[in-house]
Every structure is written in structure tokens, then in C-alpha cells.
């Protein structure tokens, strides 16, 4: 599948959105900021904007945790896009010879109390190379955005694709990149010597995506497991997956899979230790006055799919806010996360007969387990549901598939019994409606 961002040399440093946090549970969600001046377009009546001034002081401003347990080798801040590093990765980026950055030393802020104060130096990375991105919304508005200040000039609809390409001869080959969207605030970028360096020298809490040059918004989320050694074969199969699944949003034909339909085995070094997946707990939503929203990684969902963790109780409105779900429902998840496998045979088979009734063509038989739906389903089909046990043992999960790309959509909705106290499922009903 011809796709640029498998041949890309440039990745960003940030995750899309939000702020930043270190890989443990206990480490600091920091804020670091650098200078910028406010700017108004004459071209377009753009005002407020930004840009910044990476010339500045760059600023520790907040810490969001009362009293952090440990302090990692890296702080990432999504409001000024970059990293803050302590002596050691300093030091391992000199013996690498990285190119296109310069150290400044990271200011705290004197309103921060003690106790959240960073026990050791760090360094702002200040990256001096230059590239530049050209971004416009394909193929239909190839040039909806003002000339001056790369402000698009409508928002783009859902149904649109971001077309965001390097241009030709501005990338003046550092590790280390400013990288301009249309003229507009830039983002950080390094090269992949950079992701080699993250791994050769076992650095713990770098984050590296795709480029800038991710046409699918499904791509801007996915995370290079830079501790691998085929990391490069992983992120290629992950791109072809997400781009796969972007056409088949859009209604566009979709080839046959190159790289096939499983994703390659990480490869470690020997005596490493890949840091342990979050529990989907760790992620979900703040509580609704029913339930927890979040996202699960399961066999039953063929991948990521939406997590419900539902609170059973007859007045949820006259409950406190909840931070957390109690822990029985936990236990459910956990009990049937644990076990799935048991409901394989009988999952298949449920739906093989619902999807064949929809004249669907059915993946191949997997004698005894459950053969891969997710190229039959339409992208994101597949939901779970956690229900509260309350004080019985007898908790129950429901699964939804939706079986329809487009109104109006039928979806079967399988529920499982799991058992808190012997860990064993069974199915207890299917429909579709």
C-alpha cells in the first residue's frame, strides 16, 4: 500500500492534545512554558495568535501532582511542544552526536511549593533545525487556508482529509526540528537517529508519533514502541493499519493488506523489560452520573474499541461525584479480560450466523477460537459494556457489534455472564436490533 508516512523521516515528540505525564503512576504531569507574542492577520482577521519565542526562557509553570515519587529522565509539555532532560540523556545525546538543538536550563518557577519541586537539573532541548510543512484539506479544498498566517479558513468537516506534505528542500537535515504548519506556530519534529538514540541508550519516558504528515486523525494517536528493535517494521504496519481503516470511513476502496493482518512480534533486547500496558481504568472519563467512558484493548473488540463501565444503582443522581469505579466492577472486567477465550467458539459462532444473514464474506474458520472479524465489521463497530454486579458475585458484560457502516445501522449485542468469585463466563444471550 503506497503510503508516504512509511518512508517519512520526521516524528513528532508530543502526543496530540492534552498534557503530558511520565510512563509510572506516580510520576509529575508537568507544564512548561516558553515566551510568545500575540499577533493578529491582516490577511484573514485571524486574532490571538500565537507565536513562539524559542529564544525565551523556558518555564517549569505547574506541576499536577501533590508530591511526585520519582522524577524521570524526561518532562514533556504539550503547550510549549518540548522536552526538559536531565544529565544523563543530555550527556547520551552528545555521544550520539545529535545535530539542530541547543540546552537551556530549565527555569521553576518560585510559586511552586517544595514538595513539588524537581529534586535534580533539567535542560529545555532546543531544536535549531528547520523544515516546513505545507497543510491544506484534500482533495476537495487543496487550498482552504489564509496564505499568510496557515489558519484554515473554515473548519474542516469530519469527512475531510488533512493533506500535509513536507516541502521540497526545507528540511535542512537535523536531528532536531522546528517545523512549520503554513507559516503558523511550529511544531517539534526529530529524525529517526533520534528514536535510535531514545532506544540504544534506554531512555524511559521519550514519546515519539508519526509526522505531521499523518492524513488520518486516527494516525496523529499512534505511538512508536521506540524500546523495540524492529520498531520501524511495528510503526509500518500500524500506519497501514490506520490508513486502511481512514479509507473505509471515507466509503474508498481499499487494497489488500501488504504487511498482513497481524501485527509483528516487538523485538527486546535481552534483560529488557517493556514497561507494563495502563489498565484501561487508568484512562476512563470523568464519571457522568451513570458510568465511566474509556477505550479497552481486547481479542472479543479485534483491537481497541470503546469501554462503558456501567454503575447499577436506583438514584445515581443522589450519589457523590465518583472519581473512580468501586472495585467490583474492576473485578468484572478483570475476570473476563482474564478469560475470553472461553467464549471463543460460542463468539464465532454467533457471529458467523448474524454476518452471513447480512450477506456478508466471512473470514476464515479458526477451529476452536475466534477467527479476525475486524475486516468484516466496519472500522470502530465493536463495543464493550462493564455492568455492576452490585453485591452478588454475578457480574455480566454486554458486547455490541455494529453491523451496518450507515443508517439506519443494526448492531448485535451479546451478553456475557462473568463470575467474580471462580473467574468462569458463559453466554446467556444474543440479538440484533
Known amino acids: 500500500?503506497?503510503?508516504p508516512l512509511v518512508s517519512t523521516t520526521l516524528f513528532?515528540?508530543?502526543?496530540a492534545g492534552g498534557l503530558e505525564e511520565g510512563?509510572?503512576?506516580?510520576d509529575p504531569n508537568v507544564d512548561m512554558r516558553t515566551g510568545g507574542t500575540r499577533f493578529s492577520c491582516d490577511a484573514c482577521g485571524a486574532s490571538n495568535l500565537v507565536m513562539d519565542d524559542y529564544d525565551s526562557p523556558v518555564r517549569l509553570m505547574d506541576v499536577w501532582r501533590s508530591r511526585p515519587k520519582k522524577w524521570p529522565d524526561i518532562l514533556r509539555s504539550c503547550s510549549s511542544r518540548l522536552w526538559a532532560v536531565d544529565e544523563k540523556v543530555a550527556a547520551d545525546m552528545e555521544a550520539f552526536s545529535l545535530t539542530g538543538y541547543r540546552l537551556q536550563k530549565l527555569v521553576v518557577e518560585e510559586s511552586i511549593p517544595p514538595r513539588k519541586r524537581p529534586p535534580k537539573p533539567y535542560w529545555a532541548v532546543i531544536p535549531t533545525g528547520r523544515a516546513a510543512y505545507l497543510t491544506s484539506v484534500h482533495p476537495e479544498k487543496p487550498h482552504d487556508f489564509c496564505p499568510k498566517c496557515g489558519r484554515f479558513l473554515s473548519k474542516p468537516d469530519d469527512d475531510d482529509r488533512l493533506c500535509c506534505r513536507l516541502v521540497?528542500?526545507?528540511?535542512?537535515?537535523s536531528d532536531w526540528v522546528l517545523a512549520t504548519h503554513n507559516n503558523l506556530r511550529p511544531d517539534v519534529v526529530c529524525s529517526e537517529r533520534v528514536?535510535?538514540?531514545a532506544r540504544t541508550c534506554g531512555w524511559k519516558n521519550a514519546y515519539f508519533g508519526v509526522p505531521p504528515g499523518a492524513e488520518a486523525f486516527a494516525l496523529w494517536k499512534l505511538k512508536i514502541d521506540y524500546h523495540a528493535e524492529n520498531w520501524r517494521e511495528l510503526l509500518e504496519f500500524d500506519v497501514e493499519r490506520a490508513s486502511r481503516d481512514d479509507l473505509r470511513n471515507h466509503g474508498r476502496p481499499v487494497e489488500k493488506a501488504s504487511s498482513g493482518s497481524r501485527r509483528p512480534v516487538p523485538i527486546y533486547s535481552p534483560g529488557f523489560d517493556p514497561p507494563s500496558p495502563k489498565h484501561p481504568f487508568d484512562?476512563?472519563?470523568?464519571f457522568d452520573g451513570y458510568g465511566w467512558q474509556g477505550n479497552a484493548n481486547l481479542s472479543v473488540l479485534f483491537g481497541w474499541g470503546e469501554l462503558d463501565v456501567?454503575?447499577?444503582v436506583p438514584h445515581p443522581e443522589r450519589l457523590p461525584d465518583w472519581k473512580r469505579p468501586p472495585k467490583r466492577l474492576r473485578e468484572v472486567f478483570d475476570a473476563f479480560a482474564a478469560n475470553e477465550k472461553e467464549i471463543f467458539p460460542e463468539l464465532d459462532s454467533i457471529l458467523r450466523k448474524t454476518l452471513s444473514g447480512c450477506g456478508k464474506v466471512l473470514p476464515p474458520e479458526c477451529p476452536g477460537g475466534l477467527a479476525d472479524f475486524s475486516g468484516v465489521l466496519p472500522p470502530g463497530a465493536a463495543s464493550i459494556a462493564i455492568n455492576d454486579p452490585g453485591q452478588s458475585d454475578a457480574g455480566s458484560v454486554e458486547l455490541n457489534y455494529s453491523l451496518d457502516p450507515d443508517p439506519p445501522r443494526r448492531a448485535l449485542t451479546i451478553r456475557i455472564g462473568v463470575d467474580r468469585k471462580t473467574k468462569r463466563l458463559s453466554v446467556l444471550s444474543s440479538e440484533v436490533d
Open 1 to 3: 500500500m503506497d503510503n
Open 12 to 15: 513528532t515528540v508530543c502526543s
Open 23 to 26: 510512563n509510572g503512576k506516580d
Open 168 to 173: 521540497d528542500g526545507s528540511w535542512d537535515g
Open 195 to 197: 528514536v535510535e538514540c
Open 283 to 286: 484512562d476512563l472519563g470523568e
Open 310 to 312: 456501567c454503575l447499577d
